[in-house]
């Protein structure tokens, strides 16, 4: 056996094929139990890290999965692949009109897994509760900043009231509990995570910041422009008690802190590194693009095309064989700090979150 380094601890590799049934497993031994859906690339947003001010080529209609085509892939997924963790994502999901068809299908698989939803949070105000009716779990609604200024720069879009209106509707609805994703913008971005983050405690949302990563559509990502979690935990630190949350981290890619401010307040917040503090040892997901792409990994340059194999008439068997092969082929990690790393050609909002 090799010993490969994948960030923290490294493990063996396993030298054999991709097992028929069981756990969906790679050669390294990780287990995929997460499993994130694409239901659209296209985005009522704008964000400066994400895509061009005006928009992007998107998917045709007829390359996207039917409804049909995505609950039979997500039936493979639970029953045969052992997935328990399905999250709804994008470009932005709430564009798409069956999301609680899909949702409500999906809380109807044995065994149920644990659904849940990366917004934007515009539109949320209107259909959390549907959603939630519907048997979405949790929610996570992606937010940089609570400046409304701030905001429009980096969406390109005057949306903050809405986005607000549909954290508060979430709540409301049982969502809970309400995560926040935010990246931050590389001038405003320190400053926005402190007035984020005391918004977040007084409203019982959680917090969770992301380093921003090489995803988007330009390609003009830099290191140096990047906000390091380091940065961002020495400025949290700066304005509030931070103590490390005892909870096991596990395969979770946020780590926890424990956050009490001078006003009483207190809550958890999470510090997602993925540029620099790697956590691939830890990695358990699998991806589903919108137009029925298994990628084994965020920062995957191969896919392997589960809509055409549907289209020929695959079995079920075929399928499941074909999305344990690309799992099996998984990497032992990104490789964002390795000198011949390669951005994938699919920005973000074409991979899903």
Not at 21 to 36: E, H, K
Not at 154 to 162: E, F, Q, V
Not at 261 to 285: E, M, N, P, T
Request: hydrophobic share 45%; net charge negative; charged share 20%.
């Amino acid at each position: 056996m090799t010993v490969v380094g994948l960030g923290v601890p490294s493990v063996h590799r396993i030298r054999s094929s991709a097992p028929a049934d069981g756990p969906l497993v790679d050669t390294f031994g990780r287990v995929a139990t997460d499993l994130r859906v694409s239901l659209t690339d296209l985005c009522n947003l704008r964000c400066t890290y994400c895509m061009p001010a005006e928009g992007l080529d998107w998917l045709p209609g007829d390359q996207k999965l039917q409804p049909a085509e995505l609950t039979r892939l997500l039936h493979i997924a639970v029953t045969r692949l052992g997935i328990t963790s399905v999250r709804f994502t994008g470009g932005e999901p709430l564009v798409v009109p069956h999301l609680e068809t899909v949702v409500e299908q999906t809380a109807a698989l044995r065994p149920r897994p644990e659904i849940t939803l990366t917004t934007n949070g515009v539109g949320l105000a209107r259909r959390a509760a549907a959603l939630k009716a519907a048997g979405l779990d949790r929610i996570n609604v992606s937010l940089d900043t609570v400046d409304a200024a701030h905001f429009a720069a980096i969406t390109r879009r005057d949306k903050l009231a809405d986005v607000l209106a549909g954290l508060d509707a979430a709540k409301a609805a049982g969502l809970s509990p309400v995560k926040v994703n935010a990246v931050l913008d590389p001038v405003t971005g320190l400053a926005d995570a402190v007035e984020l983050l005391r918004f977040c405690l007084q409203h019982g949302y959680q917090l969770r910041i992301i380093e921003q990563m090489p995803l988007d559509a330009g390609h003009a990502w830099e290191r140096d422009r990047a906000i390091s979690a380091d940065d961002i935990l020495r400025t949290l630190q700066g304005a509030f008690t931070l103590t490390p949350d005892p909870t096991p981290r596990g395969s979770a890619p946020a780590q926890l802190w424990q956050v009490h401010d001078q006003a009483g307040l207190s809550g958890k917040v999470g510090i997602i590194a993925s540029v620099s503090h790697a956590f691939c040892a830890a990695c358990d997901r699998s991806r589903l693009t919108a137009d029925g792409q298994v990628r084994n990994c965020l920062f995957a340059t191969e896919e392997t095309d589960l809509r055409a194999l549907l289209r020929s008439g695959a079995d079920d068997d075929a399928l499941e064989a074909a999305w344990r092969a690309a799992m099996w082929a998984k990497a032992a990690g990104h490789g964002i700090n390795d000198p011949d790393f390669v951005q994938p050609d699919r920005p973000m909002s074409a991979i899903g979150g």
